[in-house]
């Protein structure tokens, strides 16, 4: 039996009918509102060389580590699914890849990865028939012509999804040649890139000793020395900032953050670069890092955001066959009060810093990270993130945050993604669980209804631009 | 003034009336299929000798910790409910204890044991006045009668229960006698037994050296050397195998596993039988069994059932007076991300073998529990549990789960229980809270309604019978 | 454009229509019931001296850390907002802090504050229009004006605002000369005293040593020697009875107890007052000394009441200039299971005993104090606590404590406020979330509609009388 595919007009709404109507009065007001997608991992070449994707696939599914993380804890190998191993991309046919995804479609009820793929089915590509087995060959078939369509291009996308802003994430280790393609092929697409020197702040990391000599030739700066070190920092941010990034991006297994003594600084630098650290020096370094690179976001304006908490690699398994990034990283817990108090002597109390905190660890939205953005002008909250990126997580982030913090030490959302075709439909998301939040205050009498509708413009819009001084 | 006792046919459904409309439709479909009750802690003598029950308080009262807990925290002695001490049955008046639960059953209001109870009041004995002071005399006789009557005897309620499997629980050292007599009767009602080795794994437990003595005894094995320790397990696990068991389960205060070489584990357990174990060794060998345990699971085939996280006897003056598992059994935060890991390197990747894992640290089931079962093929999310078995635990476990692990890496219901009158109850509730949940997807336009009713038959039946491999 | 204010009469009700109106019967009912404040920190000398308050900006702005570390947070110094620093207030006009405050009112939507402020604002001086920039110079006049007529002396408030019970908090080396000028002046209003005696436990605050001059000196006793320290304890406790404390109060880092031996306590204490003490053993001592008051408490039958889990003075810098007390404080994770064993070890199972638990850290509701109330006798749990103070907050608290500790394991409203005038407002929040969700319950047929409005009582009035013993 065919199943239809439809996307509802008031999806994610309450089901109670007053406050319903109040929640699509607010999300018909900001519903066309252009994106701002100020964090997210998409590739800039593919704006630079707006070479056409070409199969479902290899653009939705291999690289898409929401889905077939889901596929594998259901006994569904990686190889069949086209997702690289450390080989490269496995010899499997991409129809057959697509049809097993397709067969197990059922998996994702319930999650947002089905309400992000049915938005792009049926937005993107016009599907009016439910993705299933028996469909899986005619939306294979469908996809891959409609990507052969120039309107399908990435520039045409970009358009058509009114982004306004597009960030992507380079290394510190990382060429900008896709960024500055982009400008010099006069496309009028807003598109930056965001510094992430994880990869040369982390010695942990197995391609540690590559990046950094990498940095060095990038830089011409000693970086084995600690202060060529930081100068190499502060050359790389400047290039960044003139290819228009305005924020910094760090990824650390924890939150902690060090303030040392410069005479600590150095000793500590002589390990991490001579071999001899230990795994105690490594987390040092990092948090130590974090506050260098506070210092320096004081000094350059740069936005600073900082992504802890993610246990990465653990299915040593996975990890030794098919490498990093492929759905087995796990949330841990996580404490921001302690961690953050070095960072946070030294500049908590700056006017123009701005530090947007993420977490993995919902524990601490109620408890340690609204107390702390609502009180530190430094500090600002980041949306939900990664796994809780979703309706009942973004429904809980408004609920546990915005009494202490309130709206206004909050940034808009984020949709943090590689899968460019999914950006509308997970900004559609966060705007209608928004609208769904300040309806109910509203139904509850604790907002005036002019006053939700200008909040929702501010997460929608407002705030995002300021936050991230996208206007500065 | 009398108070009418009845059962709302809409209890525990959503408010709203749209959302509702769908809940009933949902719960119509499933509310009499038949129970499947692959956990808990019934006696198999029961089924065994099919003896009646004699009255409400040792039936109902005295086993039951979650309604003497209550009554102890409001200053009512143990003593004066009938619930035995280390030196027994203490001699109070039946109806006596039982006058005393009535007069304080107000504060039960709000909690599970109070919807349980209702039930087994109103469907299993047929009251309609409330329970208080006025009517504990005719609640006492009531029960009394009936409980003589052939038609209350235990394998006539699980006739009409509608029971379809149920799965005790039996120690490594223990008799599988009652097993063995229950399918030598000829009885047809489906009753199995878990291995649990617990007693023969914890040396901190005060049994552990009778309960090693009884372990060698009923194997033939030289348990008290590594090898032969290990032979014992198999050895055991095959006779519960032959008992109908499907699955194993491990009580451990922590989820903490191990990973040893050989010549550690020799080592170890060489601390373990001779004495000079600390309790870091005590906690290691906990954890290398949970490893040796799912290897053996990987060759017979059991499901591997792991409850961390109970801080065990915390009131060491009752514990001193009336021994174990008396209501003073108190969660404590667990970790899974570092605990689980050790384990995972070994079995994580496999696809035959299947780890449910249970918690009672809600603020994992984001966090930890749902990105690892949404990812290991291994690993399973039981449900709910203990205090988190009621209405509002089971909501979160839904909300805090699904979007990250999907419906299908979940288990179904477990009642857990030894109230055997309260099996029909408790997956009643169960029931009803998940189409409560799945209505509000449907209302929400998150999951279309044959999706919905799909899902309710797989979160009554599908998902339990093949997650425990009740068919094979 | 002026906005209106106006209190919705159906205010913090649920939105569906049915639920709400059980919602509003509930309340109806209780909403005039007199005023019982068990625990708070508004000046005693305010009703002994009955003078007038002077200005908008001194009464609500200045003293309240709710209001000026939001403004803080988002880049407005304290000092322009008239909040003292260690040099004492500073020379800002009131009216431009006003001004100030005003036109960043709309900061607080959706927090607890912006609720209490409209509700003072509205019932206590009888705005009708909302506060913004343009109406700050009329709220300013009109409150300084108002608090010139007799009608809004602290004493006329008491009566206006039926307060029946109101308990302030004195440290163990403050003298009770406000409290013995209440009771000499012959004035009827119940304002009691509460011992808080952490000045004098609490070694690491800066003002240790002079507190415990003073102790001596209030009591004569050898403060310095373990057995004259605790008599001095005593001896204060008593004074406190005589005048009107019914509870104590103990503001800790953690909530971690000890239960050591007379000679251990000895050694402990002469390293607290012989200066040698580690960080440890300040911690140690404060641990020890709440199983000292405890079973002091058992002895004179005064309520305990332990507040643990707040980071005091996180911010250095605003340490450094502005002192304690300045919304720097920000909630930690907090252990309840294990740190609270060796108390009760000593004293759980007292029946005559009470211990209220507070927590900033919620995800120790449903998994530890829950459970722990649930079972001591001499455990219960108080309100939801600072930050979760609030309609999300206070919902929660039910959530995710009713199930397992059920309503009679706790203790009703406290509103903790040093702000008078908003006491009124804190507890009509309160009852109206408390109705909210015994609705729901009633509405999902978990509960009668009769049991519903005892429960309503009950949480308003009887629970608290009950287990602060105010009406022994």
Same mark, same amino acid.
């Not at 150095?266 to 001579?274: S, Y």
């Given at each position: 039996m065919v199943k239809a595919l439809a996307l509802h007009p008031d999806r994610l709404f309450p089901a109670d009918a007053a406050t319903r109507d109040i929640a699509r009065a607010l999300y018909a007001a900001i519903a066309d509102t252009p994106i701002v997608s100020p964090h997210g991992h998409t590739d800039p070449r593919w704006f630079a060389d707006d070479a056409p994707w070409t199969d479902a696939t290899s653009l939705l599914l291999a690289p898409d580590h929401y889905l077939y993380r889901m596929l594998y804890s259901q006994g569904v190998p990686l190889d069949a699914l086209g997702v690289p191993d450390r080989n490269g991309v496995p010899a499997t046919d991409p129809r057959a890849a697509w049809r097993l995804f397709a067969g197990h479609y059922h998996l994702f009820r319930g999650t947002p990865s089905r309400l992000w793929l049915d938005h792009v089915f049926a937005e993107v590509f016009g599907f009016e028939v439910a993705l299933d087995a028996a469909s899986a060959d005619a939306y294979f078939d469908t996809i891959g012509e409609k990507l052969a369509d120039d309107a399908f291009?990435?520039? *045409? @996308? =970009?358009d058509r999804f009114r982004i306004d802003f597009l960030a992507t994430t380079e290394g510190a280790h990382d060429s900008l040649d896709a960024h500055h393609a982009i400008r010099a092929s006069g496309w009028n697409g807003y598109v930056v890139t965001t510094y992430r020197p994880d990869g040369v702040i982390d010695v942990e990391h197995e391609a540690f000793a590559p990046a950094m000599a990498r940095f060095a030739e990038l830089t011409g700066e000693d970086v084995y020395g600690w202060k060529g070190y930081l100068a190499a920092h502060r050359r790389r941010r400047a290039d960044f900032r003139a290819a228009g990034a305005t924020a910094t991006d760090h990824g650390h297994p924890t939150a902690a953050t060090a303030?040392?003594?410069?005479?600590?600084?150095? *000793? @500590? =630098?002589?390990?991490?670069?001579?071999?001899?650290?230990s795994k105690a020096d490594a987390e040092l370094f990092r948090a130590q890092m974090l506050t260098e690179m506070a210092k320096m976001s004081v000094d350059d304006g740069m936005v600073m955001q900082i992504h802890p908490g993610s246990c990465r690699n653990h299915n040593a398994g996975l990890f030794a066959s098919h490498g990093r990034d492929k759905g087995a990283d796990i949330p841990t817990r996580t404490d921001y009060v302690h961690a953050l108090r070095p960072l946070l002597d030294v500049?908590?109390?700056?006017?123009?810093?701005?530090?947007?905190?993420?977490?993995?660890?919902?524990?601490?939205?109620?408890?340690?990270?609204?107390?702390?953005?609502?009180?530190?002008?430094? @500090?600002?909250?980041?949306?939900?993130?990664?796994?809780?990126?979703?309706?009942?997580g973004m429904r809980r982030f408004r609920e546990m945050?915005?009494?202490?913090?309130?709206?206004?030490?909050?940034?808009?959302?984020?949709?943090?993604?590689?899968?460019f075709l999914s950006i509308p439909a997970r900004h559609d998301v966060a705007r209608r669980v928004d609208c769904a939040f300040l309806a109910r205050l509203v139904a509850e009498h604790r907002l005036a209804d002019w006053e939700a509708a200008e909040l929702a413009q501010e997460l929608t819009s407002g705030l995002v631009r300021r936050a991230y001084r996208i206007d500065d």
């Open positions: 291009r990435p520039r *045409a @996308l =970009f303030n040392l003594s410069d005479r600590e600084c150095e *000793a @500590l =630098f002589g390990r991490i670069v001579g071999g001899g650290w500049v908590g109390n700056e006017r123009d810093l701005t530090i947007i905190l993420f977490t993995l660890d919902e524990s601490t939205y109620a408890r340690e990270l609204a107390p702390l953005a609502g009180h530190y002008p430094c @500090l600002k909250l980041g949306p939900a993130w990664w796994f809780h990126d979703s309706p009942e945050t915005t009494e202490t913090a309130g709206f206004y030490n909050t940034v808009g959302f984020n949709d943090d993604t590689r899968a």
